[in-house]
């Protein structure tokens, strides 16, 4: 007996525009790095102290009944204020987001005028700096920041940042632009003065 059954042909790949790629992997960046955001939260929320009702028993906050103690972890989410493992894993996803989103649509060309290093991440004031507009970013690109968000992420953050981490006398001054002589050299900190005797 013949098998007069229908089969339907396996369907088309789905291609993606390649217009439609940069948002694809602007937004992958994104969600990672808050995914990375969410897992430090969680590690540090995870290593404090649970209180039973966050108060002692004459009804003072637990943070003055401790009298001056402060507990373990860092007092904030600014990047030098970390360290060790949370540290890494915080310039991991800020990585993500220099690489992924930043440079693709900020980097512009490097000159001697405009400096740009590839080894930013060895240069302690760009790392603060760009991880500090990287958290104004997270902020002012949420719905919650409103439609104005990203123009005042813009004018007020991105702006100054690029003013200072590319100047000429910035953080990257000492690292050479050419391409035919590539030099990397962290600036020398001035030493602290010592207390006269």
Not at 164 to 172: K, T
């Amino acid at each position: 007996m013949a098998d007069n059954s229908f089969t339907f042909p396996d369907p088309e790949p789905y291609r993606v525009p390649d217009a439609d790629l940069d948002d694809l992997a602007s937004t992958l960046a994104k969600t990672m790095a808050e995914v990375r955001q969410h897992g430090v939260i969680l590690d540090r929320l995870g290593s404090e102290p649970e209180s039973a009702a966050g108060q002692s028993a004459d009804g003072a906050p637990e943070a003055e009944a401790a009298d001056g103690k402060k507990t373990d972890g860092p007092a904030s989410v600014f990047i030098l204020a970390l360290g060790g493992e949370a540290y890494a894993v915080e310039l991991a996803a800020l990585s993500d987001w220099v690489h992924h989103l930043f440079l693709p649509v900020y980097g512009r060309e490097i000159s001697t005028s405009r400096p740009w290093c590839a080894h930013w991440h060895e240069h302690p004031e760009a790392v603060a700096r760009l991880h500090a507009l990287w958290l104004a970013w997270q902020q002012f690109t949420d719905t919650e920041a409103g439609l104005s968000g990203p123009s005042t992420w813009h004018r007020d953050h991105l702006d100054q940042t690029l003013a200072h981490l590319r100047a000429p006398d910035g953080p990257f001054a000492a690292c050479t632009t050419s391409t035919t002589r590539p030099n990397h050299r962290v600036l020398a900190t001035p030493a602290p003065e010592q207390a006269a005797a």
